[in-house]
């Protein structure tokens, strides 16, 4: 079982900056498929960057160039950088753990990222 944390979401003005943190529990935090996910009212959650467990990474065009996933496995802590931001990226963003060999899928509770004037 893991248990994830997100933190840092808020309200920032166009062209503003975000840093989110997803903080997991468990032992092999490392092993892990991390991603973040986000999802605005009425729209489906969509992934907004991922990295594994050697440092690939994957980015949808829409952020590429302005978002950046990075991870720190000895603080079990997963991060989103976030430039540039427009009103297109408020949304409610989602940690996720995968083991997908294992069957394992794991959701934080999500943060709120508002961007606006």
């Known amino acids: 079982q893991v248990q994830l944390v997100e933190s840092g979401g808020g309200w920032v003005q166009p062209g503003g900056s975000l840093r989110l943190s997803c903080v997991g529990s468990?032992?092999?935090?490392?092993?892990?498929?991390m991603a973040w996910y986000r999802q605005a009212p009425g729209k489906q959650r969509d992934l907004v960057a991922a990295?594994?467990?050697?440092?690939?990474?994957n980015y949808p065009e829409s952020v590429k160039g302005r978002f950046t996933i990075s991870r720190d496995n000895a603080k079990k802590t997963v991060y989103l950088q976030m430039n540039s931001l427009g009103p297109e990226d408020t949304a409610v963003y989602y940690c996720?753990?995968?083991?997908?060999?294992?069957?394992?899928?794991?959701w934080g509770q999500g943060t709120q990222v508002t961007v606006s004037s």
């Open positions: 990295i594994t467990p050697i440092n690939l990474t």
């Open positions: 996720n753990a995968a083991l997908p060999r294992l069957g394992k899928d794991y």
């Open positions: 468990g032992s092999i935090f490392a092993l892990y498929d």
